[in-house]
């Protein structure tokens, strides 16, 4: 038996920390460790969080290397969850990258792959990410329409969302009074 648990949990305590570089360095053992041991779907994982290390170090050509093999796997294993998450997280990277399409493409695959599993909070969290995107592109309707959804399906509304979502239903209303009187003239 190998130290893969060992390297794979010491990774997740060194990067929610905000050690990168030191997390980077124990999955990187713990994919060795995985691969011996045969375990491709644990292995595959450690390439995601190696992919989210060199996303937060703003290496973005790894990032999107290290999540690409990652998805290969957990598509090829039939694993919808993980390659849901690996998906959304690859469209994040995209984005940064500056390929705006692609990870919308991506964000829409990782939601309805959500919305398939019955992953609710999965799915509202990668909604309100598209919606994001979508107004940073000038899309501001369809950013608009999106964040009302995602905002509407959060099971347990902090104050924060129910506000937001108050915001929403006032800035509609006001939305469609403004193309009524426009539409009069």
Known sequence: MSNARMYHDDGMK???RGAHAQA????Q??????EADGKADMAAEMRANLGMVARDQKRYENAQNFLRDALAVFEEMGDTKRAAMVKANLGGVLSSMGDKESAYDLYVQAAD??????????QGETLKTMAALQIKRGKLNQGREILAD??????SSTFSERLLKAAINIFSFRWVGLLRTF???
């Open 183 to 185: 539409m009069r003239r």
């Open 24 to 27: 980077g360095s124990s999955f």
């Open 150 to 155: 995602a905002v509407q399906m959060a099971d």
């Open 113 to 122: 792959s959500f919305q398939d599993l019955g992953e609710t909070a999965m």
């Open 14 to 16: 060194k990067y929610n």
């Open 29 to 34: 053992k713990a994919l060795t460790a995985y």
